[in-house]
């Protein structure tokens, strides 16, 4: 079809060269103007800016201006140096003002009286005009028709004089500065920013340090930015008061609303003390019903890793729940801890009938790699020959030049394979002995290499511990038994880090050893090793690690209810070997009085024989998925307390056992801390009114940091699905 305008196209192509020419014309001034600025051109493309003028409707470009730095004037781009010389060098502009000549034009004190006119006037006339209107902060003697004067300091004096010139043009032309004015701020802003500021410093945990406050790149950051300097004895004071009463009153009033809770103590094992190494940090941690968890103290205790009586700590932990409780004892549950299971706990227990302490599961796990290592052959004789390796690749010269030639070919490896050091008990500390087999197994294949390099053989002719350590690199069979090793160990570190994160219930406890369990016997299948002896040094540090409470709060949780032939869904009791059978009724019984005792066992044999209704059985199993992991996890995990609250009424004396049961953690994993704090605040001792401020800001940072970690109240998405 022909074209219906034929004068469209001729328009569309001259306004398409039009808008070339503009931008031509706009690219070509801005191109100028940068290289005036470093130096190379005209003095006024410093104070001349190109601009584009668009078209309003078609937003096409339409013009080119020059706007004046000074006073935002708009002028024609068609002849820059016209404007220049009537708008700035005529005086037009209001704002522009030619500064004084540049001290280093001006004559020598000592130059005789008769020619000091003369000689000032030549001055004078020899200023070039690029040099008077420069903005460049800086002196540039090849701009001046006439020579520098000598400076005593030489060269190095220019910039000084320049900075001199440029002090000296401020006071004359106060309007002309660059220097931008100090924000103005109200006293809400600033009060408002130093809130932030306090929350953050408090919140950092003792990794910013008092005196940072009063460093002077601090200092000249907020003066900057418009606010006051800080104070560093008001942040150590007042302030940090007024945070921690706030945060106490909140924790106070959360645990007043909640009807009962655990006590979570962490740090009794931890290896991390202050500068005198004398006393480390203990936690406090309360953990309630609807599954928030609220710092309550941190207190210090001589010593760490052992060297605290177990009566002190069966002391600290009652005077820690007497002082939450106030007069109802009753209304903790129990504790959970780190250490000291075998001792304080059981008495606490035995003195306290109602209460349930247990030991926590996070520390099993390990103490479990260290059962190994001391109980399995297979540990022993991998970290001997590991040993041997090691030390010889990181001491002899000649290994290490076969390492350095490898490492010129492109291959990327560690310089050093780690060694646990002499002193180190690696029965007690085991993080030397995994780094060594990460090092080996990730350096094997240059190993191979290495025992076949001409350079190594010559060595292994002389020194018997080359060849020794050459036979064993190349022997096949170890090489499986630090993969067998390293699997095990990282089996069980994996789901110890999962523990850590997710902190599970008392009622998780038998399907976390259990599939432990499982792992275990398809590692044994997968290296060929006997499950016998492997299976019983995981089945003693359960028993180690076990408590009566597991089985009864694994029978009365509702997530763990077993749909059975006839559509009911009744609890695992098949699950239990008869001991645990009978631990069961014993916690039921021991949890309630005397009175109800023979009632709660009725109401747990109707518990066995009825479960609950599939409905509600079904609703508590819903599971969604997680968007950080990814795995399939519980959707409200409080809804198996809260069946028993609501619906399980009929079970009134099995129900008090069962809400006081479900709740409880089965780890004493804290908020962790950064001991850096200790060592800013205490230095090499800790005195009353130190220990109190470092208390106080470990509070409101650990309160802080739980209360970020809230779980939100998120509605289930569709990826919700009952098990």
């Not at 469209?8 to 706009?26: G, L, M, P, W």
């Not at 005529?90 to 000592?110: K, V, Y």
């Given at each position: 079809?022909?074209?219906?305008?034929?004068?469209s196209?001729?328009?569309?192509?001259?306004?398409d060269?039009?808008?070339k020419?503009?931008?031509?014309?706009y690219?070509?001034?801005?191109?100028?103007r940068?290289?005036a600025?470093?130096?190379?051109?005209?003095?006024?493309?410093?104070?001349?800016?190109?601009?584009?003028i668009?078209n309003?409707e078609?937003?096409a470009?339409?013009?080119?201006k020059?706007?004046?730095?000074?006073?935002?004037?708009?002028?024609?781009?068609?002849?820059p140096?016209r404007?220049?010389t009537?708008?700035?060098?005529?005086?037009?502009?209001?704002?522009?003002?030619s500064?004084?000549n540049?001290?280093?034009?001006?004559?020598?004190?000592?130059?005789?009286?008769?020619?000091?006119?003369?000689?000032?006037?030549?001055?004078?006339?020899?200023?070039?005009?690029?040099?008077?209107?420069s903005?460049i902060?800086?002196?540039?003697?090849?701009?001046?028709?006439?020579?520098?004067v000598l400076?005593?300091?030489?060269?190095?004096?220019?910039?000084?004089?320049?900075?001199l010139?440029d002090?000296?043009?401020?006071?004359?032309t106060?309007?002309?500065?660059?220097?931008?004015?100090?924000p103005?701020?109200?006293?809400?802003q600033?009060?408002?920013?130093?809130?932030f500021?306090?929350d953050?410093f408090?919140?950092?945990?003792?990794?910013?340090?008092?005196?940072?406050?009063e460093?002077?790149?601090?200092?000249?950051?907020l003066?900057?930015?418009?606010?006051?300097?800080?104070?560093?004895?008001e942040?150590?004071?007042?302030?940090?008061?007024?945070?921690f009463?706030?945060?106490?009153?909140?924790?106070?009033?959360?645990?007043?609303?909640?009807?009962?809770?655990?006590?979570a103590s962490n740090?009794?094992?931890?290896?991390?003390?202050?500068?005198?190494?004398?006393?480390c940090?203990v936690?406090?941690?309360?953990?309630?019903?609807n599954?928030l968890?609220?710092?309550?103290?941190?207190?210090?205790?001589?010593?760490g890793?052992?060297?605290?009586?177990?009566?002190?700590?069966?002391?600290?932990?009652?005077?820690?729940?007497?002082?939450?409780?106030?007069?109802?004892?009753?209304?903790?549950?129990?504790?959970v801890?780190?250490?000291?299971?075998?001792?304080a706990?059981k008495?606490?227990?035995?003195?306290?009938?109602?209460?349930v302490?247990?030991?926590?599961?996070?520390?099993?796990?390990?103490?479990?790699?260290?059962?190994?290592?001391?109980e399995?052959?297979?540990f022993?004789?991998v970290?001997?020959?590991?040993t041997?390796?090691?030390?010889?690749?990181?001491?002899?010269?000649?290994?290490?030049?076969i390492?350095?030639?490898?490492?010129?070919?492109?291959?990327?490896?560690?310089?050093?394979?780690?060694?646990?050091?002499?002193k180190?008990?690696?029965?007690?500390?085991?993080?030397?002995f995994?780094?060594?087999?990460?090092?080996?197994?990730?350096?094997?294949?240059?190993?191979?290499?290495?025992?076949?390099?001409?350079?190594?053989?010559?060595?292994?002719?002389?020194?018997?511990?080359?060849?020794?350590v050459?036979d064993?690199?190349?022997?096949?069979?170890?090489w499986?038994d630090?993969?067998?090793?390293?699997?095990?160990?990282k089996?069980?570190?994996g789901?110890?880090?999962?523990?850590e994160?997710?902190?599970?219930?008392i009622?998780?406890?038998?399907?976390?050893?259990?599939?432990?369990r499982a792992?275990?016997?398809?590692?044994?299948?997968k290296?060929?090793?006997?499950?016998?002896?492997?299976e019983?040094?995981?089945?003693?540090?359960?028993?180690?690690?076990?408590?009566?409470?597991?089985?009864a709060?694994?029978?009365?949780?509702?997530?763990?209810?077993?749909?059975d032939?006839?559509g009911?869904?009744?609890?695992?009791?098949?699950?239990?070997?008869n001991?645990?059978?009978?631990?069961?009724?014993?916690?039921?019984?021991r949890?309630v009085?005397?009175?109800?005792?023979h009632?709660?066992?009725?109401?747990?044999?109707?518990w066995r024989?009825e479960?609950?209704?599939?409905?509600?059985?079904?609703?508590?199993?819903?599971?969604?998925?997680?968007?950080?992991?990814?795995?399939?996890k519980v959707?409200?995990p409080?809804?198996?307390?809260?069946?028993?609250?609501?619906?399980?009424?009929?079970?009134?004396s099995?129900?008090k056992v069962?809400v006081?049961?479900?709740?409880?953690?089965?780890?004493?994993?804290?908020?962790?801390?950064?001991?850096?704090l200790?060592?800013?605040?205490?230095?090499?001792g800790?005195s009353?009114e130190?220990l109190?401020?470092?208390?106080?800001?470990?509070?409101?940072?650990?309160?802080?940091?739980?209360?970020?970690?809230?779980?939100?109240?998120?509605?289930?998405?569709?990826?919700?699905?009952?098990?």
């Amino acid at each position: 079809m022909s074209n219906p305008n034929p004068n469209s196209t001729s328009i569309d192509a001259a306004e398409d060269s039009t808008v070339k020419a503009v931008n031509k014309r706009y690219e070509g001034l801005v191109t100028v103007r940068t290289k005036a600025v470093k130096g190379k051109g005209a003095w006024y493309w410093a104070h001349l800016e190109p601009i584009l003028i668009r078209n309003p409707e078609t937003n096409a470009p339409k013009a080119v201006k020059l706007k004046c730095g000074f006073c935002d004037a708009a002028f024609s781009a068609s002849n820059p140096s016209r404007t220049a010389t009537e708008h700035l060098k005529r005086g037009t502009c209001p704002n522009f003002t030619s500064p004084t000549n540049p001290i280093s034009q001006l004559p020598p004190l000592s130059s005789p009286k008769q020619n000091h006119r003369k000689r000032s006037s030549q001055s004078q006339q020899s200023v070039s005009p690029s040099l008077n209107a420069s903005p460049i902060n800086t002196f540039d003697p090849s701009r001046c028709l006439k020579p520098p004067v000598l400076l005593s300091g030489g060269r190095d004096d220019f910039r000084p004089l320049a900075l001199l010139e440029d002090s000296v043009k401020k006071l004359k032309t106060p309007k002309a500065s660059s220097s931008s004015p100090t924000p103005t701020l109200s006293k809400h802003q600033i009060k408002t920013a130093f809130d932030f500021l306090a929350d953050w410093f408090y919140e950092s945990c003792g990794s910013v340090s008092f005196s940072s406050l009063e460093h002077p790149k601090f200092k000249a950051f907020l003066d900057q930015v418009g606010l006051p300097a800080v104070s560093k004895t008001e942040f150590s004071t007042a302030r940090l008061d007024s945070k921690f009463e706030i945060a106490k009153a909140e924790s106070e009033a959360r645990i007043r609303d909640a009807s009962f809770f655990q006590i979570a103590s962490n740090g009794w094992k931890s290896k991390n003390f202050i500068a005198d190494k004398n006393q480390c940090l203990v936690k406090f941690t309360v953990n309630l019903p609807n599954g928030l968890r609220i710092f309550q103290k941190a207190v210090y205790s001589g010593g760490g890793g052992g060297t605290v009586p177990p009566q002190y700590v069966e002391e600290v932990l009652w005077e820690t729940a007497a002082g939450i409780c106030g007069g109802d004892a009753r209304r903790c549950v129990g504790f959970v801890v780190d250490k000291y299971k075998s001792n304080a706990l059981k008495n606490l227990e035995l003195e306290n009938h109602w209460m349930v302490n247990l030991p926590c599961q996070l520390q099993g796990f390990l103490s479990l790699i260290k059962d190994f290592y001391r109980e399995l052959p297979l540990f022993r004789n991998v970290g001997d020959s590991c040993t041997k390796i090691a030390n010889l690749v990181n001491s002899m010269p000649q290994i290490r030049n076969i390492f350095s030639k490898i490492r010129l070919q492109g291959v990327a490896f560690a310089s050093y394979i780690r060694v646990p050091p002499n002193k180190c008990d690696v029965s007690k500390n085991l993080s030397p002995f995994i780094g060594m087999l990460d090092d080996l197994l990730s350096c094997s294949r240059i190993l191979h290499l290495i025992v076949l390099d001409d350079s190594y053989r010559d060595v292994c002719s002389t020194d018997d511990k080359a060849r020794e350590v050459a036979d064993v690199i190349q022997d096949v069979r170890f090489w499986n038994d630090v993969s067998a090793a390293h699997s095990l160990v990282k089996i069980i570190m994996g789901m110890a880090e999962e523990i850590e994160a997710e902190r599970p219930l008392i009622g998780q406890c038998l399907p976390l050893w259990e599939e432990l369990r499982a792992k275990v016997k398809g590692w044994c299948s997968k290296y060929s090793f006997v499950e016998g002896p492997v299976e019983e040094i995981v089945e003693r540090r359960f028993r180690k690690s076990y408590h009566p409470a597991m089985s009864a709060a694994f029978i009365l949780d509702p997530l763990y209810l077993v749909r059975d032939l006839s559509g009911k869904y009744l609890p695992p009791f098949k699950c239990l070997t008869n001991e645990q059978e009978k631990d069961v009724d014993k916690i039921v019984t021991r949890l309630v009085s005397s009175e109800e005792a023979h009632v709660a066992v009725m109401e747990l044999m109707k518990w066995r024989s009825e479960g609950l209704d599939p409905l509600y059985a079904r609703a508590v199993q819903v599971r969604q998925r997680d968007p950080r992991t990814g795995k399939m996890k519980v959707a409200n995990p409080q809804s198996s307390r809260l069946v028993w609250e609501t619906c399980l009424k009929e079970f009134r004396s099995l129900g008090k056992v069962a809400v006081r049961l479900l709740f409880l953690h089965a780890t004493s994993c804290g908020v962790k801390y950064d001991f850096a704090l200790m060592r800013s605040v205490c230095g090499k001792g800790v005195s009353g009114e130190d220990l109190e401020r470092v208390q106080k800001m470990v509070f409101v940072a650990a309160h802080a940091k739980i209360k970020n970690n809230e779980p939100s109240d998120e509605v289930l998405d569709d990826t919700s699905s009952p098990v």
